[in-house]
């Protein structure tokens, strides 16, 4: 089975729709599992869009395949995020179409979601924190996401902006 893409441009509506989607998705993973949810609940930074349909966001013409989204939290004192947590969501029924490679429960495109801790302290700004784990390539985590292109969806005032690679220098 391969996997096909979508050219259809981005806009901040399809960005405004899968940070909701990707909020929910959170929200759900830190009520159900209370102990995560104890820790992280109050130490959300941002989410960003990463690799392939960050760079379609920007360039509009290179297609993507799924929409990768990463949650970042300020780092608890007591354990980091866990690295293990992942999930696939369904983006939905849109003007985007469908996966067809994607099982028939799917009505739209793949949303793989992860999330790392960095280290930060609830209320720091998040663009500076996700910056600073960026620049410090200190997991493997960190070394990929600072070669892909990273487009902010939360918190909402910073949806669409272009957090990576950024013409800011250090």
């Not at 929200?27 to 159900?32: K, T, V």
């Not at 209320?123 to 960190?142: F, I, K």
């Amino acid at each position: 089975m391969t996997q096909e893409k979508c050219f259809t441009p981005l806009n901040r509506r399809d960005l405004d729709r899968l940070a909701r989607l990707v909020r929910t998705s959170r929200e759900d993973f830190l009520r159900l599992n209370a102990g995560w949810g104890l820790l992280y609940a109050k130490r959300f930074l941002c989410s960003v869009l990463a690799g392939a349909a960050a760079d379609h966001y920007v360039n509009g013409t290179t297609g993507f395949g799924e929409f990768s989204v990463w949650n970042f939290f300020a780092q608890h004192p007591e354990a980091p995020y866990p690295v293990q947590r992942r999930s696939r969501e369904d983006y939905g029924d849109s003007r985007l179409g469908r996966d067809p490679s994607l099982p028939e429960t799917f009505t739209g495109w793949a949303v793989d979601v992860q999330g790392r801790s960095v280290e930060a302290a609830p209320g720091d700004d998040p663009a500076a924190a996700l910056d600073r784990y960026l620049r410090g390539r200190a997991t493997p985590t960190a070394r990929d996401l600072a070669s892909q292109t990273l487009i902010l969806l939360e918190p909402g005032p910073l949806l669409g902006i272009q957090a990576w690679p950024t013409l800011v220098s250090a």
